[in-house]
């Protein structure tokens, strides 16, 4: 149980398009999921946490209106890059959390993405 | 703040040799602690937890972990180290409670596992 599924699990794509991945709960709702980003040899930066229905909560630094995230439903979290540029390349990483094991997170795959 | 250090950035081991990746973290209250495995290009699988109980804790893959309070660690340990060992262990820390808890990661450390 408590599996995370995210697509796609690499793209690449040009400067200036957006791009979306999607994060799912396989086998639970979460009322809670969030975004990181993992730059290489280091560790996962929080991004921003989505409350189903509600607006996502962003942490210091993160851009709201480059990354956006939607969490629309209880299985479902997008997180949209726009306009993407060269720097925004980096290993995404998805999680969830149920309302019932709120100290528990369990994590996708990763998207690898690319912007050339 | 609470936070997580993980002060070996890289370490070699030879294979069937122990191991014991080093973890300290800061919090006023009982941490939920936590180490995840990170093979290359993938997600994070949980390794263990620690919430309350038994300070000693075991995990997957042979891994046990122990939280001491005096020494504000969470060690993770493994007598024999196999080669698929090879990986980006993290040890993290819930920031918060209940809905609000956000997990806070250390830095990771690198194991190299030598034949």
């Known amino acids: 149980g408590a599996v995370v599924s995210q697509h796609p699990s690499r793209v690449i794509c040009k400067s200036g398009t957006s791009v979306k991945i999607e994060c799912r709960s396989l086998d639970f709702q979460a009322t809670t999921m969030f975004w990181y980003r993992q730059f290489p040899k280091k560790s996962l930066m929080l991004m921003a946490t989505s409350n189903e229905g509600s607006k996502a909560t962003y942490e210091q630094g993160v851009e709201k209106d480059k990354f956006l995230i939607n969490h629309a439903s209880l299985t479902l979290s997008t997180l949209t890059v726009t306009s993407a540029h060269p720097e925004d390349s980096s290993f995404y990483i998805c999680?969830?959390?149920?309302?019932?094991?709120?100290?528990?997170?369990?994590f996708g795959p990763g998207t690898r993405l690319t912007v050339l | 703040a609470q936070s997580v250090t993980q002060p070996d950035i890289h370490i070699t081991v030879s294979e069937g040799a122990s191991l014991e990746l080093r973890c300290n973290y800061s919090?006023?209250?009982?941490?939920?602690l936590f180490w995840y495995v990170q093979s290359p290009g993938q997600g994070l699988q949980l390794l263990l937890k620690?919430?309350?109980?038994?300070?000693l804790v075991q995990g997957i893959k042979g891994f046990e972990a122990e939280f001491k309070r005096s020494q504000s660690s969470f060690n993770l340990r493994k007598p024999s180290v196999h080669w698929s060992d090879a990986a980006e262990y993290f040890c993290a820390v819930v920031r918060g409670s209940g809905n609000t808890g956000k997990l806070i990661f250390g830095q990771g450390t690198t194991l190299q596992v030598k034949p």
């Open positions: 620690y919430f309350s109980g038994d300070t």
């Open positions: 919090y006023g209250a009982t941490p939920y």
């Open positions: 999680s969830a959390r149920s309302g019932d094991r709120t100290n528990e997170q369990f």
